[in-house]
């Protein structure tokens, strides 16, 4: 059985050693006190707590589940502890951020990588429980990347791998599935108040709404869901549209308007095409 080293035990940290624990021997789990590392094992249910990274046992695998900002100062606080040995498999679960901020652990002989799964770790009892299916986005060494292919498995994930330099992409495609979903309800939600419905069926109508679209989407995919005016190349309403949007909401919908112009394509004529972009400039 392979070991698993957790270092920064927070709810994403321990979370994974909890569903790793089965599978895996967790060695040492080590958060930025020692009182930290207890409570994270008492949550995973095993391993050694531990203060320093002096203190954490040998182990194959490495988990820095830190922020972002730390990550680069731990590979070198790592390496200078000599804990790491060559052959070991080091990884970071960063969305944004690449296998090269753990070069120095290269350097030192040990196989890195990232290993990023496409979940909300908010509470780690919850996440425990409904992890399954969870996509993993591998990227770094080859050797690496193969270890943590069958560890994303073992957790009940399904792993998949990044081209080389694909990590800024992928989190981008999750932030703005996720992020600017909201920010677009929440506009959709502003502008169905201006018309007077109040707060509770403004909400209702958005939210009802976008769970039929992303149904369709499902099923048919981004051009075959489109509905509305832009795909029936209806010039008019759009334009209404526009004309009560204030400014920040014109915006979005003009960058938003044009981008559906492109997805449409073939389904709108070449002059209704130029007639969009015109009202979307």
Do not use: W
């Amino acid at each position: 059985m392979l070991t698993l080293n957790i270092i920064g035990p927070g709810r994403l940290g321990k979370s994974i050693a909890r569903l790793a624990a089965p599978n895996y021997q967790i060695a040492g789990v080590c958060a930025s006190s020692l009182a930290s590392s207890r409570e994270a094992v008492a949550f995973i249910g095993a391993g050694q707590a531990c203060a320093t990274f002096a203190d954490l046992p040998s182990a194959d695998l490495f988990l820095l589940a830190v922020p972002d900002a730390m990550i680069a100062g731990m590979a070198i606080e790592l390496v200078a502890s000599g804990v790491v040995q060559a052959g070991n498999v080091v990884f970071h679960a960063s969305g944004a951020s690449e296998a090269t901020l753990l070069l120095p652990l290269k350097a030192a002989g040990a196989y890195i990588a990232s290993l990023h799964p496409a979940f909300s770790f908010a509470d780690p009892a919850r996440a425990v429980s409904t992890f399954a299916g969870t996509l993993c986005a591998l990227e770094g060494d080859i050797e690496a990347c193969d270890t943590l292919h069958d560890f994303a498995l073992a957790l009940g994930g399904v792993p998949f791998t990044l081209a080389k330099g694909g990590k800024a992409a992928y989190h981008a495609s999750l932030t703005m599935a996720a992020n600017f979903l909201v920010t677009l309800a929440d506009l959709s939600i502003k502008t169905a108040q201006q018309a007077g419905i109040s707060d509770e069926i403004a909400q209702s109508l958005v939210m009802n709404l976008m769970q039929q679209t992303l149904e369709n989407i499902k099923v048919l995919g981004p051009a075959a869901a489109l509905t509305g005016p832009i795909v029936r190349g209806d010039q008019s309403t759009v334009d209404k549209h526009l004309r009560v949007l204030n400014n920040t909401t014109r915006r979005c919908y003009q960058s938003l308007g044009q981008a559906t112009v492109n997805l449409a394509g073939d389904q709108l004529s070449e002059a209704q095409q130029l007639a969009f972009t015109q009202l979307f400039s």
